[in-house]
């Protein structure tokens, strides 16, 4: 059982709480009628799959149901940050590399 | 036709009055504090007009703080989400109270009466704690969940708000559509310690 920082409800709380939700920091095309086919489905299908630090969305779902954003490593499923939505990373795979 | 609306608490099946006469001891004590009222409000605590028009309203201070509450004599306010609380009053205030936020706040807000929509389940008693932990993978200590505190957490695998009301007492906000499952959990794992039913 993971044990996750809420950013919202400032504490830890158990992983039966949350939902993870997939790629973090995708940004939606602004105008999204001028795009090619291509640019749309990388946008709508195409996600990162690293062996290593992973930006990703999560959700408490059983407790504040807020979206927030977490780095977590694929490989040792060890969390090393969770932040605010609308907040940037302070851990990237550049530091570590 | 007539107009009077006769509003039931989702357990009234359980027939609590019937339960009380005969379930005199027990180490885990059960009440509903049925049919009260429930105000859903959100808005923005960072907004002035927000936070002063709430405190107007209810005369009570809109909790900031992550996971707390507040209460006065009329209604207990409950930190849900940062732009999210619960307000609960008496059963049959919450029209009044629901008019009196709407006429104290200005600006981007939203109130939801959601009474018939959630009850609240008292638990108390000297084993309570230990139902408690039976039933939810958060930990009970005082140090971490104080009096005052409410969390929102799976309980029984159900998502639910949890406030501590002293050492050993509880109250469980559940949904309408959960009240039965949570009342056959609550007899089933306070098996063990004796459950009493008060009103
Ligand atoms: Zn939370």
New binding site residues.
């Given amino acids: 059982m993971l044990h996750i920082y809420?950013?919202?409800?400032?504490?830890y709380?158990e992983e039966e709480?949350f939902h993870p939700h997939g790629q973090a920091h995708i940004v939606r095309p602004l105008a999204p009628e001028s795009l090619t086919d291509e640019e749309w489905s990388q946008y709508l299908f195409f996600r990162k799959n690293p062996r290593g630090l992973h930006h990703e969305m999560w959700v408490?779902a059983a407790?504040?149901?807020?979206f927030?954003n977490m780095t977590r490593h694929t490989v040792t499923y060890k969390i090393l940050e969770t932040y605010k939505m609308g907040q940037q990373p302070s851990i990237t795979a550049e530091d570590t590399q | 036709m007539s107009n009077i609306v006769n509003v039931q608490s989702p357990l009234y099946h359980a027939d609590f009055e019937s339960l009380a006469s005969v379930t005199k001891e027990g180490g885990v004590s059960l009440r509903e504090a049925k049919l009260l009222g429930h105000l859903n409000l959100r808005g923005n605590s960072d907004s002035p007009e927000f936070k002063n028009g709430v405190e107007k309203a209810l005369g009570l201070t809109l909790p900031l703080t992550?996971c707390t509450s507040l209460q006065n004599d009329d209604a207990t306010i409950m930190w849900l989400?940062p732009d999210e609380w619960l307000i609960i009053v008496e059963g049959g205030q919450e029209a009044t109270v629901e008019e009196t936020l709407r006429a104290n706040i200005t600006g981007h807000f939203a109130v939801s009466d959601i009474s018939g929509g959630q009850t609240i389940l008292e638990i108390s008693g000297p084993d309570c704690i230990k139902v408690m932990q039976k039933s939810t993978g958060y930990d009970f200590h005082l140090k971490q969940f104080p009096v005052g505190k409410v969390i929102?957490t799976a309980f029984a695998k159900s998502s639910t708000y949890i406030r501590r009301t002293s050492y050993d007492s509880f109250q469980l906000v559940v949904r309408r559509s959960f009240a039965d499952y949570f009342w056959l959990w609550l007899q089933q794992s306070s098996k063990e310690y004796g459950l009493r039913i008060t009103l």
């Avoid at chain 1, 809420?6 to 504490?11: A, D, G, I």
């Avoid at chain 1, 407790?63 to 807020?66: D, I, P, S, T």
């Fill in positions: 809420c950013p919202y409800c400032e504490e709380r709480e408490h407790g504040c149901r807020k927030f | 992550p989400s929102g």
